[in-house]
């Protein structure tokens, strides 16, 4: 089991930067692949960005890639997702969620790969 934690959420200008983090506890955190995934309103759940147990292979959407950096430090069970350069069109509710697998797959970009689950934080970017 994991239980995951997400912060750093607010408002910011476009242009600025943000940096999420996602506690987790639980054992399986360090052994399993983490992913962030965002939610406009009445717009589905995307794929945002994910990164293996060991922080070596990442993946990011066309939407973020070179502006978001994905990371984590498994000494504090936490995951990170920078955002930079943030526009509007980024505003979200992003979710982080645990896959319970080591390595990324090819269904790593879909949510239904991920049984864990944040309660989410807003991020809000204003023009």
């Known amino acids: 089991q994991v239980q995951l934690v997400e912060s750093g959420g607010g408002l910011v200008q476009a242009g600025g930067s943000l940096r999420l983090s996602c506690a987790a506890s639980?054992?399986?955190?360090?052994?399993?692949?983490m992913g962030w995934f965002r939610q406009a309103p009445g717009k589905e759940r995307e794929f945002v960005a994910v990164?293996?147990?060991?922080?070596?292979?990442?993946r990011y959407a066309d939407s973020v890639k070179g502006r978001f950096t994905i990371s984590r430090d498994n000494a504090k069970n936490t995951v990170y997702l920078q955002m930079n350069t943030l526009k509007p069109e980024d505003t979200a509710v992003y979710y982080c969620?645990?896959?319970?697998?080591?390595?990324?797959?090819?269904?790593?970009?879909?949510?239904?790969?991920?049984?864990?689950w944040g309660q989410g934080t807003q991020v809000t970017v204003s023009s």
């Open positions: 639980g054992r399986t955190f360090s052994s399993s692949a």
């Open positions: 969620a645990a896959t319970g697998r080591a390595y990324l797959r090819d269904s790593s970009y879909s949510p239904n790969e991920y049984p864990y």
């Open positions: 990164i293996s147990w060991s922080g070596r292979s990442t």
